[in-house]
């Protein structure tokens, strides 16, 4: 089964700087990838999500970029921060199934 | 779009007793998936069970069951003998096959108490 790694696990950054969250994956090969962040209570929302290297889409509008430079490596970007990019980032995987997805352990975000 | 609405923000429970959280939906399609998925106070999302729309028969994993009414589009989870680990958010969330982008409930806070 496959295993999904976040780092860093936790992160605080004052507005205006970059940002660079990363997710790899072990135990499987072409997965479809997602970023989802959740606001503090509350629900996940889908961010990007990608079937493939290369292949980003985009959910929302947001000040928020990803990159999927190798098959199994997932990258979260800004340029600049702002202080409503703060909350809690996971990574997913979909299942070698393609009936469920797994998630990573997340990055917890503050940006001060 | 699809929207997943769980109507009831936080309940509570006597250890060894049973609840049921509910979860609501909306979807024009026909071929999905749905999911609970526990979130512990570690952050980490834990799938808890899966139901294909196809399937009439509700699905179980040992102490959770689901009970699915495609026309109604409800999606509820029981849980049986609550144990003290289940406190936590639940979040029923739908999918739809292809692009296999999935759409979470906000969450209920489930607490077990002793």
């Known amino acids: 089964s496959q295993t999904i790694h976040q780092w860093p696990a936790t992160l605080v950054q004052p507005v205006g700087s970059p940002l660079s969250l990363e997710c790899t994956v072990e135990?499987?090969?072409?997965?479809?990838l997602y970023w989802y962040r959740q606001a503090a209570g509350r629900g996940l929302q889908l961010l990007f999500y990608?079937?493939?290297?290369?292949?980003i889409s985009s959910e929302v509008p947001q000040n928020l970029s990803a990159s999927r430079p190798q098959d199994r490596q997932f990258i979260l970007s800004s340029k600049k921060l702002l202080l409503s990019d703060s909350g809690f980032y996971l990574c997913?995987?979909?299942?070698?199934?393609?009936?469920?997805?797994?998630f990573g352990p997340g990055t917890r975000l503050t940006v001060t | 779009a699809q929207t997943v609405t769980q109507s009831q923000p936080e309940m509570s429970v006597q250890e060894a007793e049973t609840v049921t959280l509910s979860c609501t939906y909306d979807?024009?399609?026909?071929?999905?998936?749905l999911f609970w998925y526990k979130q512990p106070p570690s952050r980490q999302m834990i799938l808890v069970i899966r139901?294909?729309?196809?399937?009439?028969q509700n699905a179980t994993e040992n102490r959770f069951s689901v009970n699915f009414q495609k026309a109604a589009k409800s999606f509820s989870l029981k849980i049986s003998d609550s144990q003290l680990g289940d406190t936590a958010m639940y979040f029923c969330?739908?999918?739809?096959?292809?692009?296999?982008?999935?759409?979470f409930g906000a969450g209920t806070r489930l607490t077990v108490k002793p």
């Open positions: 135990g499987t090969s072409n997965p479809n």
């Open positions: 990608s079937v493939g290297i290369g292949q």
């Open positions: 979807t024009s399609e026909n071929n999905y998936y």
């Open positions: 139901q294909e729309a196809y399937k009439q």
């Open positions: 969330a739908f999918m739809k096959p292809i692009l296999n982008d999935m759409r």
């Open positions: 997913a995987c979909l299942g070698q199934g393609r009936h469920e997805q797994y």
